[in-house]
């Protein structure tokens, strides 16, 4: 059964070979030149003495290549799912091939089993290599920028993208062993991806831990190192506000010194018609009169060193919904029709 499986996947899994190794070679290069160019900056930083501006600009340099890579990398679990996952049953069910199988002495359980480990292991060491490589070569711009918990980053580094991709193909697999019919399938796993990929980081990953607390007075230099400032939902609120070597999870609205949210009208009074005063910063005349306010901000965030918790258990969880994945498949091929 072992050799069967390898039988049917070798062409996939030849295809997928190349292009890991396209990839990790372009890795290296980028790598190798990142860690070059990181060096030099170093250097000159310790003879000139500018670090941050330096370190900002050696930054810039680089963070959109990976932010790139990092998004295009996100699409991983999709396509493998798509490519490799896909194909495994589903194929079989729409051809007719399964039945050969089937009638043999081996068991419906058994020949599922065997080609989930087979093409899921592979699943998982594509993974691993290509996540090993973009971490190691991201990793002088990811120690620069420390922007480790950002929703792309996160999902593309150290252990989580491999239980991305397991699940990725655990959830294909077992959707095309329900429809019986390999594009539909396709279709509704990369569909189910995307979602589940949107809303993990944003909905689930925040609750990992229990959340630190602080409250922050709203003083004008407080509100000029704020990316943006709004009332659109009804009340006040400030936007992009950091907590150093923190991952910001929540931040509250306005509020007065008696803990009220801020009234909408006090708010529009000084957005709209604040009294001039030839400050600067970013938001002149308006940080000046909100911060005239005696205001604060409740912040939740996830302290940086919690990042390998939060790989764990990110990881756990996506096996953890393989495993259930696949249980339920070993479960439903037993009554699955001929």
Known sequence: ???????????????????????????????????????????????????????????????????FIAAGFGLIPAVVGAFWGAPLVAREIETGTHRLVWNQSVTRRRWL?????????????????????????AGPVDLVADHRFSTIMFGARNIAPVAYT??????????????????????LTMLAVIVVQFAMPNLVRPHYLPPERLSLDMTTEAINQARGLGSLTGGAVVKGLNVPDAWVTDVSELQTADGQPLPEA??????????????????????????????????????????????LIETALYLALSALLIGFGLRRIHRSPS
């Not at 070979?17 to 060096?39: C, E, K, N, P, R």
Request: glycine share 6%; with cysteine; proline share 4%.
């Open 166 to 187: 397991v699940f990725g193909f655990a959830l294909v697999t077992i959707v095309g062993l329900l429809l019986r019919r390999t594009v539909p399938a396709i279709a």
């Open 113 to 137: 089993a065997v080609k989930v480990l087979v093409v899921g292991t592979a699943s998982a060491a594509v993974a691993s290599v290509a996540s090993a490589l973009l971490t190691w070569a």
């Open 1 to 67: 059964m072992m050799w069967l499986s390898w039988r049917q996947f070798r062409v996939p899994a030849l295809v997928g070979l190349a292009a890991l190794t396209g990839f990790a070679v372009y890795l290296v290069v980028l790598g190798i030149d990142i860690h070059d160019s990181y060096d030099a900056y170093r250097a000159r930083c310790q003879s000139l003495g500018d670090c941050e501006a330096l370190m900002s600009q050696f930054r810039s340099e680089y963070e959109n290549t990976l932010l």
């Open 266 to 311: 006090v708010f529009d009074d000084c957005f709209y018609d604040a009294p001039p005063t030839g400050a600067t910063g970013t938001f002149g005349d308006l940080a000046v009169c909100l911060g005239n306010l005696d205001l604060h901000v409740d912040i939740t965030y996830q302290p940086h060193h919690r990042y390998w918790p939060f790989q």
